[in-house]
């Protein structure tokens, strides 16, 4: 994400020397926002990925009505 802050930041001093118009500071900010979304996209997948193994794997819990009575 680094890349991208300093690609939002380029293009705000390219906008403010008059070097851009801010439509092109407008589409930067966007592509960024639209990483960050993918990332999060991503990482949401893997989890859920890691709980389906480990549901695969025998894994979970149980719940009252299944639970043994206590002793």
Known sequence: MDV????????NT?????R???SEVLLVRRESLDAQTELIETKKRLLLATVD???A???????????PAPS
């Open 4 to 11: 991208l802050d300093r690609a939002i930041d380029v293009s």
């Open 20 to 22: 851009a118009d801010y």
């Open 53 to 55: 193994l480990y549901v």
């Open 14 to 18: 390219l906008f403010q020397a008059a």
């Open 57 to 67: 794997l025998g894994g979970g819990w149980r719940g009252d009505e299944e639970s």
